[in-house]
């Protein structure tokens, strides 16, 4: 495990020497879900950072929990493959609970929100975004980012900013200000890789970035997301 130190508010690392946090990581402004098996010190440094709870949560055995759950202050969405008493975890953090029984069902891909909005994957079915909108308690839109299904992926939003795969297009950034009510901008993560989510793990305290991304693209983040002081 290695720890780069950069800003109070940033911790610059990777698990298992793999720097992409945001797939194994799922935070809002309260708790911070993670993988199991990391070191004390990663943990510690993830609470720190965050200013959260820390609950360590595999799902189906998966460690992939970042794809697969997706929160917001309010409620949790949740891949269908979990089992009751992971949901029971995550319940129990004070969040309403969806399980997404969808053919696109991989929520931290496919939803990307924060406590004024959701934007979800273009296809998911409309059964799936009122209970989205019913658990997140949020408007629910559809849409992409950079033409990317993905969009929980593609971006990563607080209540206080929003950065985003470099090509998005002036009609994707506009909803995506209309959905999320805040500044969005562009940037990238681990030294060149577009898809945001993918490397950073934030809420409205701090950031977890992969430890592949420069300087230049920390500076990104701390502007995007409204770190600097």
């Not at 408007?139 to 971006?155: E, F």
Request: a negative charge.
């Amino acid at each position: 495990m290695h720890i780069i130190e950069y800003k109070s508010h940033f911790a610059v690392l990777h698990f298992n020497e793999n720097p992409n946090v945001g797939v194994f990581c799922r935070a809002n402004d309260h708790v911070v879900f993670v993988r199991k098996g990391l070191l004390k010190k990663i943990k510690k440094k993830i609470t720190q950072t965050l200013d959260v709870k820390l609950v360590e949560l595999n799902i189906a055995d998966a460690t992939i929990i970042g794809s697969l759950l997706s929160l917001n202050s309010t409620g949790a969405v949740v891949t269908d493959f979990v089992d009751s008493k992971t949901v029971k975890i995550v319940a129990d953090q004070g969040l309403d609970v969806c399980v997404i029984g969808d053919k696109y069902n991989a929520a931290g891909n496919d939803i990307l929100v924060n406590d004024n909005g959701a934007l979800v994957h273009p296809d998911l079915m409309d059964k799936s975004l009122e209970d989205i909108e019913k658990t997140l308690g949020v408007p629910v839109y559809r849409g992409t980012i950079g033409s990317l299904k993905t969009v929980g992926m593609a971006a990563v939003v607080t209540n206080k900013g929003l950065l985003c795969h470099p090509k998005v297009s002036d009609d994707e950034k506009k909803l995506l200000k209309k959905v999320f009510d805040v500044d969005v901008m562009i940037g990238t993560v681990n030294h060149g890789s577009p898809v945001i989510g993918s490397g950073l793990v934030a809420n409205s305290k701090g950031a977890i970035i992969g430890n592949l991304t420069t300087g230049i693209e920390m500076g990104r983040v701390e502007e995007a997301l409204d770190f600097i002081d």
